[in-house]
C-alpha cells in the first residue's frame, strides 16, 4: 500500500464540470488522503507546518486542478512558495520529500491536437508543465506522466467525463496499491483513461 | 370556584398524563387527548358535567388555530391558491354532500334529512388536521396545502349551510319540538342573542357585513403597527399578550355580531398582519392560548362518545363510520388526481380529510333545533362523527409508517445532486452588526428572519422595504414562531453579554442541528459561549482592532503585504493563545483567583513580547517564512547534487 496524497484545486470549483465529479470521486476512494485546497485556505494564508507535516506522510503526491492560462490556480503557486521550503525541499539539508512521486491530474480546454507545434498552442502539453517536472527533480521526486483530459469544456456534451472519472478512480486506487507500473508510464507523454498502465496484481 | 378548579383540575391531569405517553409511542398528541376524553368520561357524567358547553367554549381554540394560520399566509398566497380554494375545497363539498345524501335516501331517509345529513358530514375536522399537519411538518407539502384549501372553503361554506338548513324543517318533527334552544353555539354559528343584523333588510344586512370585513381588513393594515409600537414602548409581556388576545376576540365578536364565522374574521385578520413586523410576536402569545383550547377541545370529544349507544349498536355505527370515511376517501382521491395532487400527497390528502368534523357538531345540534333531524338520529349521527375523528389519527399513523416511507425511498434515489447551502436563517438582533450580516446574505439570495427588539428600530427598517419582526429573540417561544426548528443557521447579534450566553445555551440544548454563530463581547465571554456549547465564536471588535493595527503598520511605512502578513500571524498566534487559556478557564472562579490561568496569560505575554523584540521565533518568524531567499549554501548545495 501507499500512502496517497491527493490535492484538489479549483476556485471556481461551483461551476466545475469535469473537475467537481472528479474530486468527488476521489474523496470517495477510501484509504487516501484528500484536500481540497481552496476549502482549506478560502483566504490563502496556507499553514506551512502542517503542509510539511502532510507530504511527510506521503509517498505519491498528486495535484489535481484545471490548466489555467498554461500553469496551475494561483493557490497551487503559492503553496509551491511556501511550503516547499528551502531546508525542506531543496538546498543544504532539504531532501524530506526525496525518492516521492509527484504526479498531476489537469483537464486543457483545447483539444489534443492543439498541443503540437503545428496547432493554435504550439507546444506540447507537457512543456507547458516543465516548471512543475523540473520542480520535482529539485526536491529529488520522481515525476510522472500527467493524466489528462482534452476538449474540457465540451466533455459533458460528448460523454467524455464519466469514462474520464471512472478512470481516475482507477488511477487512484492503483497508485494506493501499488498496482501504478511507473515504468510503463514514463514511456507515454500523458496518460488517459483508455491508456493506464496498471497492473492486475500488486507488482513483487 | 370549587367546581371549576376541580373540572380544570380533571382537564389538566387528563392531558398531562395522556399526552405525553402517546406522544412517546408516536401516536400524535390529538390521540392523546382524545384518549384522556374518553378516559376521564365516567368522571364527568358522575358530576354531571355539561361537556356540550365546554366543548361550544373550547372550539375557541380553532378561531385562535385559524389566525395563527392566517399569519403564515401572506395575501399573495392566498390568491395563488384561489384555483384550488375554489375548485378543490367547492367540488369536495359539493360532491361528498350528493354522495352522502344518495346513500341516505339508499338506505330509505327522506331528502331533507338526506341532504341535511351529507351537509353535515361533508365537513371535515379543521383542528385535527391543522394541528396534525403542523405536527408533523406537512403543512407546506402538496398533500398539507390541498388540504388547507378544502378546510379554508369548508369554514367558508358553512356559513350558507347554516342558512339552508332551518329551510330543511319538516313540518311534523317541528310540531312535536320544543322552544329552539340555539343559545350556546356561538362558537360558530352565529346565532348568538347579540346581533347587529336581525331585523335588518337585505341589502343592509350585506352593507354591514361588507363593512364589517372592510374594517378588519383596513383595521388589520392601518391600526396595528400604531397600536402595537405604542404597547412595545412599555415593554411589557403581558400587555402585549393581552393586545394579542383583545384583537382575536375582538374580531371574533365583530365577525358574530354581523352573523359571519368568526373563524373566517380571524382567519382574515392573520393573513392581514402576515406581512407585519409583529406577526411572530403575535404568533408565539397566541399560540399557548390556541393549544390548551383545542386540547380541551379534542379531549370533549372524547368525553362526548356516547358508548352506551355504541354498545347498543356496535355493528351498524362501526359500518356507519368505516362507510363514511371510505365514501370521503374516495371523493378526495378522486378529486386529488384531478387536481394533480400526486405520490404520497395524495395519500395523505385522501387519508387525512375522510373524517367528519367538529363543525358537524354544531350543524347536527341546530338541525336538531330547527326540526331537521330527528333526535335519535341525530345522536347516532354524533356518534359517528366523534368516531371517525377518534379514527383519524391511526390514518394519519398509517401514512406515517406505511405510505409515506415508501414513496420518500423513491424520491431520495432521484434526488439531483445539489450542494448549494440550503435551510433557513434566523438573526437575533438587527443593530450595527446584524444588519450588516442580513444585508451581506441578502446579497448572496438568501431570505434571513429577523427578529428585533427595538420599535424605533423596526420603523426605520419597513421604511426600506426590510422584513424585520418585533419581539424579544431571547425568548424560546418566540424563537420557536420565527422558525427555529427548520433553521439551518442562527446568528446572534444581540446586545447583552448574559442574553447571549442563555441562547446559546438554550438553543444548543433544543436544538443542537442548528449552526450557532454567536458574537462574543470579550476574551472571557469567549470561553463563556465556548463553555454553553457556540463551536462559532466572533469577537465583536477583534477584527476590527486587527485592521487598526495593520492601518497603524502602514502609516509607519512597513510594506502594506508585509503588514497583511504580519496582521493574519497575529490573528492565528492570538487564536492559539486563547485556546492555550481556554484550557484553564473556569467560569466558576474569578480570573484573578485562577492560579493556572495567570500562569499561562504571563507565559503568552512573554511569547509575544519576544516575538515582539525579534528573539522568538513564532509569530513574527512565521510571518516571514517562506519568503525568505535562499542562502548561498543551498545554492551550492543544489549545484553540487546536479552534477553527482
Known amino acids: 500500500m501507499a500512502r496517497l496524497l491527493v490535492y484538489y484545486a479549483h476556485p ?64 497551487i503557486k503559492e503553496w509551491i512558495d511556501l511550503v516547499l521550503e528551502h531546508g525542506f525541499a531543496y538546498g543544504a539539508g532539504g531532501d524530506r520529500l526525496a525518492g516521492k512521486v509527484l504526479m498531476l491530474a489537469v483537464t486543457a480546454a483545447g483539444p489534443e491536437e492543439a498541443y503540437t507545434e503545428a496547432g493554435y498552442q504550439h507546444y506540447p502539453l507537457r512543456i507547458f508543465l516543465t516548471p512543475l517536472e523540473q520542480t520535482a527533480r529539485l526536491c529529488q521526486m520522481r515525476f510522472s506522466p500527467p493524466y489528462v483530459l482534452h476538449s474540457a469544456l465540451k466533455a459533458p456534451e460528448a460523454g467524455e467525463v464519466a469514462p474520464h472519472v471512472a478512470g481516475y478512480t482507477r488511477l487512484l486506487r492503483a497508485l494506493r496499491d501499488d498496482r501504478y507500473d511507473f515504468d510503463a508510464a514514463d514511456r507515454q507523454e500523458i496518460v488517459t483513461h483508455d491508456r493506464l498502465p496498471i497492473r492486475e496484481t500488486t507488482h513483487g | 370556584m370549587g367546581e371549576l378548579l376541580f373540572l380544570a383540575f380533571v382537564f389538566l391531569c387528563a392531558g398531562v398524563v395522556a399526552v405525553p405517553i402517546a406522544a412517546r409511542l408516536g401516536l400524535g398528541s390529538v390521540l392523546g387527548y382524545l384518549i384522556a376524553g374518553i378516559a376521564i368520561s365516567p368522571i364527568l357524567s358522575l358530576f354531571h358535567v355539561d361537556v356540550v358547553s365546554i366543548q361550544h367554549f373550547a372550539e375557541f381554540g380553532v378561531v385562535m388555530m385559524l389566525f395563527l394560520v392566517g ?20 367540488l369536495q363539498v359539493g360532491v361528498t354532500t350528493l354522495a352522502v345524501m344518495g346513500v341516505a335516501m339508499a338506505l330509505g331517509q327522506p331528502w331533507s334529512i338526506s341532504l341535511a345529513v351529507g351537509l353535515v358530514l361533508a365537513l371535515s375536522s379543521t383542528a385535527i388536521v391543522l394541528q396534525t399537519l403542523n405536527e408533523k411538518g406537512l403543512m407546506k407539502s402538496d398533500g398539507g396545502q390541498g388540504s388547507f384549501s378544502v378546510l379554508l372553503f369548508q369554514d367558508i361554506a358553512v356559513i350558507p349551510m347554516l342558512a339552508l338548513i332551518p329551510l330543511l324543517a319538516l313540518p311534523e318533527l317541528a310540531e312535536t319540538l320544543h322552544p329552539a334552544d340555539t343559545a350556546g353555539h356561538d362558537g360558530a354559528d352565529g346565532h348568538s342573542s347579540l346581533s347587529l343584523v336581525e331585523g335588518l333588510e337585505g341589502w343592509q344586512q350585506t352593507l354591514v357585513t361588507l363593512a364589517a370585513i372592510a374594517a378588519v381588513v383596513v383595521g388589520g393594515s392601518v391600526l396595528t403597527r400604531p397600536l402595537f409600537n405604542f404597547i412595545a414602548v412599555a415593554r411589557l409581556r403581558e400587555i402585549f399578550v393581552a393586545a394579542a388576545l383583545l384583537w382575536v376576540v375582538g374580531i371574533a365578536l365583530l365577525m358574530t355580531l354581523v352573523g359571519l364565522s368568526p373563524a373566517l374574521g380571524t382567519f382574515l385578520a392573520g393573513v392581514v398582519l402576515a406581512n407585519s413586523e409583529y406577526r411572530h410576536e403575535l404568533e408565539s402569545n397566541i399560540d399557548p392560548f390556541k393549544g390548551l383550547l383545542l386540547g380541551l377541545f379534542f379531549i ?53 380529510l375522510a373524517q367528519a368534523g367538529e363543525f358537524g357538531f354544531v350543524l347536527l345540534s341546530l338541525t336538531v333545533a330547527n326540526a331537521v333531524i330527528p333526535h335519535p338520529l341525530a345522536d347516532h349521527l354524533l356518534l359517528v362523527v366523534a368516531l371517525s375523528m377518534l379514527l383519524t389519527p391511526g390514518l394519519f399513523i398509517l401514512y406515517d409508517r406505511v405510505i409515506a416511507p415508501r414513496f420518500h425511498a423513491e424520491e431520495e434515489a432521484s434526488e439531483a445532486e445539489d450542494d448549494m447551502p440550503a435551510g433557513s436563517i434566523i438573526i437575533a438582533g438587527h443593530g450595527r452588526f446584524g444588519g450588516v450580516v442580513n444585508r451581506m446574505l441578502r446579497g448572496m439570495g438568501h431570505e434571513p428572519v429577523v427578529v428585533d427588539y427595538s420599535s424605533a428600530q423596526l420603523q426605520m427598517l419597513s421604511a426600506l422595504d426590510l422584513r424585520v419582526y418585533f419581539g424579544d429573540a431571547t425568548r424560546p417561544d418566540l424563537l420557536e414562531a420565527a422558525g427555529i426548528d427548520d433553521a439551518a443557521v442562527l446568528i446572534i447579534a444581540i446586545d447583552g453579554r448574559e442574553q447571549i450566553t442563555e441562547m446559546v445555551r438554550h438553543v444548543n440544548r433544543s436544538h443542537p442541528k442548528v449552526h450557532i454563530i454567536a458574537r462574543a463581547i470579550d476574551r472571557h465571554h469567549v470561553y463563556e459561549l465556548y463553555a454553553a456549547g457556540c463551536r462559532d465564536i466572533i469577537r465583536e471588535t477583534f477584527d476590527s482592532a486587527v485592521r487598526a493595527g495593520r492601518s497603524a503598520l502602514e502609516a509607519l511605512g512597513t510594506h502594506p503585504f508585509e503588514a497583511e502578513r504580519t496582521a493574519r500571524h497575529f490573528v492565528s498566534f492570538d487564536r492559539h493563545h486563547i485556546a492555550r487559556l481556554a484550557d484553564v478557564y473556569d467560569p466558576d472562579i474569578p480570573i484573578h483567583e485562577n492560579k493556572a490561568y495567570i500562569e499561562k496569560a504571563k507565559q503568552s505575554l512573554a511569547e509575544m513580547e519576544a516575538e515582539l523584540s525579534g528573539k522568538g521565533d513564532s509569530f513574527t518568524g512565521r510571518a516571514d517564512r517562506g519568503w525568505t531567499p535562499p542562502t548561498l549554501e543551498d545554492v551550492e548545495t543544489v549545484t553540487e547534487q546536479s552534477k553527482g
Not at chain 1, 29 to 39: A, K, N, Q
Not at chain 2, 73 to 78: H, K, V
Not at chain 2, 326 to 341: H, S, T
Open chain 1, 12 to 75: 471556481g470549483h461551483r461551476s466545475s464540470r469535469v473537475n467537481r465529479p472528479m474530486a468527488k470521486a476521489a474523496e470517495a476512494v477510501e484509504g487516501i488522503s484528500f484536500v481540497d485546497l481552496y476549502r482549506s485556505y478560502p483566504r490563502h494564508n496556507i499553514d506551512i507546518t502542517a503542509e510539511q507535516n502532510r507530504l511527510l506522510e506521503a509517498d505519491v503526491i498528486l495535484f489535481q486542478f484545471p490548466l489555467f492560462w498554461y500553469s496551475t490556480p494561483s493557490l
Open chain 2, 71 to 90: 399569519l403564515e399566509l401572506e395575501p399573495r398566497l392566498l390568491w395563488q391558491m384561489r384555483a384550488r380554494l375554489l375548485g378543490l375545497g367547492g
Open chain 2, 300 to 352: 370533549t370529544v372524547g368525553a362526548g362518545i356516547d358508548f352506551g349507544l355504541l354498545a347498543e349498536t356496535p355493528g351498524v355505527t362501526l359500518a356507519l363510520t368505516l362507510g363514511l370515511i371510505a365514501l370521503k376517501a374516495a371523493v378526495l382521491c378522486a378529486l386529488a388526481a384531478l387536481f394533480g395532487i400526486g405520490g404520497a400527497d395524495r395519500w395523505l390528502f385522501t387519508l387525512g
